[in-house]
C-alpha cells in the first residue's frame, strides 16, 4: 500500500515567518511530487511541482525533494495570512503506469496576523 | 476560459437514489479522475479514465459508475449501493505525459439523507 504521510497540524506561524511543511512517501519508484493549496470548502491547487532532488523555488515557495530519504517539503517564506489553508502533498504511482497521484492527508497552516 | 467545471456545487439527494455528478473539460486534457475527500482524511481515487471509452477503478469504486464516452466529458454516479455516499466529490484532469500533474475542477458536495 503506498503512502504519503503529513503532519495533520496545525500548524502556526506569525505573518512574516517561514513555514515549513513536510511530507514523507513509501514508494521508491515515485518520480513526482506535488504540492496542493486547498482553501476551507475549496477544490485543491496546484502550487509546486518538483521532479528532481534539490529545491526549486518560484516566488514565496520552494519546494525541496530527497529522493534517498523519500521526503518532500514545502517552505513559505513571508508568509502571509492569505496562505493560511491545508496544503496536500502529493505522489505519483510510480513505475511507468498510469497518472495516478497518492495524496496526503493534508497540514493545515495557519498564518497569524 | 479553459478550465475544469462540475455542476452542481451543492446536490441534496434521499437515500436509495442513485445521482450523477457533472464533469466537463476543455483543457484538451486526455486522462480525468474522480476523488471524494471526507472531513480529515486525504484525496481517494474512485475511477479514472486515460482515453476515451476506456476506464479503471480506483482504490474505492464500490458503489460508483462512470463513463468516458467524450475526451471532455467524464460523470460520475453515486449508485444507491454507495454505503455512505456524503461527501466532497472532486474532478481533475491531466496530460498524459511524464509531469503527472492534475488540475482540479470547484467540486460537488454531495449530500444524503
Known amino acids: 500500500q503506498k503512502e504519503v504521510e503529513q503532519n495533520s497540524g496545525p500548524l502556526s506561524v506569525p505573518e512574516g515567518a517561514i513555514a515549513s511543511l513536510n511530507c514523507t512517501y513509501s514508494d521508491r519508484v515515485s518520480q513526482s511530487f506535488f504540492w496542493y493549496r486547498q482553501y476551507s470548502g475549496k477544490s485543491p491547487e496546484l502550487i509546486m511541482s518538483i521532479y528532481s532532488n534539490g529545491d526549486k523555488e518560484d516566488g514565496r515557495f520552494t519546494a525541496q525533494l530527497n529522493k534517498a530519504s523519500q521526503y518532500v517539503s514545502l517552505l513559505i517564506r513571508d508568509s502571509q495570512p492569505s496562505d493560511s489553508a491545508t496544503y496536500l502533498c502529493?505522489?505519483?504511482?510510480?513505475?511507468?503506469?498510469?497518472?495516478?497521484?497518492?495524496f496526503g492527508t493534508g497540514t493545515r497552516l495557519t498564518v497569524i496576523p | 476560459d479553459g478550465g475544469i467545471t462540475q455542476s452542481p456545487k451543492y446536490l441534496f439527494r434521499k437515500e436509495g437514489q442513485n445521482v450523477t455528478l457533472s464533469c466537463e473539460q476543455n483543457?484538451?486534457?486526455?486522462?480525468m479522475y474522480w476523488y471524494r475527500q471526507d472531513p480529515g482524511q486525504g484525496l481517494r481515487l474512485i475511477y479514472y479514465?486515460?482515453?476515451?471509452?476506456?476506464?479503471q477503478k480506483g482504490d474505492i469504486a464500490e458503489g460508483y459508475s462512470v463513463s468516458r464516452e467524450k475526451k471532455e466529458s467524464f460523470p460520475l454516479t453515486v449508485t444507491s449501493a454507495q454505503k455512505n455516499p456524503t461527501a466532497f466529490y472532486l474532478c481533475a484532469s491531466s496530460i498524459r505525459d511524464a509531469t503527472y500533474e492534475q488540475y482540479f475542477g470547484p467540486g460537488t458536495r454531495l449530500t444524503v439523507t
Open positions: 502529493a505522489v505519483n504511482e510510480g513505475g511507468g503506469g498510469a497518472n495516478n497521484l497518492f
Open positions: 479514465s486515460q482515453i476515451v471509452n476506456d476506464f
Open positions: 483543457l484538451n486534457h486526455d486522462a
